[in-house]
């Protein structure tokens, strides 16, 4: 694979920082929350050209986030939790990538440990939400990871980036994807960093073998996993660790917005 470029040199990866709201917050609580978030990054003068920074609300809030984005020309990204793996028909509370296209939706999850542990979402499922998501002109956020009986039975790495291959499967001529690794047995107390940059590399390998090495160089891989301010700049610090998937801590806002401003409280 070509050379992986490094954070800090021409043609960077921007850091990601995402948070995933999961099933918390009605509309009119996304509001008062992306207000707020926007001016505390807006008062620490937040440089998003140096750090994205999106949020991923519940699909009932997305219309108001929209919105309120829109109006107030936000600089924050959003996107949708998940996505329907068929373009329309009988399918009671599923929601196709034509609609999340409509509400302007940048970025989709895809394949969140929750998704595949309490929907059973099979790699096969995973792989056409991918497609869909990408005809629709919107960014896939691919989400793999591996439970503590995974890593004894198959050691790190195997299983995420089997996972990556079948979400990719049919992606070919994909230029603009995003992975994040997101260990299920680190819920609660993490990953290291050390941990997260190896199977950071490996599923550049992955990306490069499938989509060609400029393109993996190109992409964002994030780790996820009891993600703070306390602990972000370690992860940043990895070569290939460009951001974070957060979760619990995406719900408060002076945390999440110290996550986001990693780069002022420690040097990367």
Known sequence: MAGTVSKGDAGERTPFIAGNWKMNLDHLQAIAFVQKLAWTLQDARHDYSQTEVAVFPPFTDLRSVQTLISADKLELGYGAQDVSAHVSGAYTGEVSAQFLKALEVQYVLIGHSERRQYHHETDEILSEKVALTLANGMVPVICVGETAEDLDLYGPSAVPVSQLHAALALAGGAT???????????????????????VAEQLRFVLAEVLGGEVADATRILYGGSVKSTNIAGFLRQPNVDGALVGGASLEITEFASIAQFRKHVGT
Do not use: H, R
């Open 176 to 198: 603009n994807i995003v992975v994040a690794y997101e260990p299920v047995w680190a819920i609660g107390s993490g990953a290291t960093p050390e941990q997260a940059e190896q």
